[in-house]
């Protein structure tokens, strides 16, 4: 048998002439004419070297060579058929790279539902993750170095730049709020006082790009007080052990601060507390590219 043989004309001819029995049906199926048609029957009988087909009164019947031949010839078809729809699935696929700026604890920010939705639905990214501060991830963005990544406001900024126009397409994930804990003891310094009574007690600073620096300095600007540093930190674990080891204060997200409270003896400020907002950024000029906006998309599913 030489390639011509294995041409999918002829093929679809030989599968329709022998479902529908006629060669003037099949004919109307391909959109071809009957002569046509039958050439190409020939050609298929000449290649194989088999008769495939007698003739009957009623049209055409498959002879014991041509039933053996149908079902290669309808595997074949099938199979490119599936190819077909594949390179079709394949010329719609978002493919690319997405650098993702992440911040704190994949459990708070559901990093890994998130992670699952995009390669679930576009398994052609590929990802990298760059862990930060929130400040950082920002900037990061910012100067398109990271096309997504999470972030931290205070809640009322959140909602000021969700109704102003801002080079940043940005999503409030969730809302919290941040607690001044102290070390185990501390509570005749820390309990009943205000801020500008904490200031004056040790603290773990952070640097300007922590969203916890922004926030305690919007509290303490104001009031024109700097707090007493005993210690720079940059990530929350070195942060917590160190509050442990009676070092000075900090801010802790409410779920921690109650947890450490309960089974190390933190103590938590009972009259002043910060209110924050977990968002999800991108340059907004950038929305709509196929790898950000699916990385959105998967992002809607995950805190859906």
Known sequence: MTAAALDLQILRAFVLAAREGSVSRAAERLHLTQPAVSLQLKRLAEETGLQLFTRTPHGLALTADGAALLPQAERVLSAVGDLQQAARNLQGTVRGALRIGTILDPEFTRLGVFLRELVESAPQIETELRHGMSGTVLA???????????????????????????????RTLTRFTYRVVAPAGWGPQVLGRDWKALAALPWLATPPESAHHRLLNKVFGPLGLSPRRAALVDQEASMLDLLKSGVGLSLLRDSIAIRESQSHGLVMADRVQLDCALRFVSLAARRNEPVIASAWNALARAWN
Request: no cysteine.
């Open 140 to 170: 990061q963005v910012l100067r398109g170095e990271l096309d997504v990544g999470f972030h931290l406001d205070t809640d009322d900024d959140a909602d000021r730049d969700a109704a102003a126009p801002a080079p940043l397409a940005a």
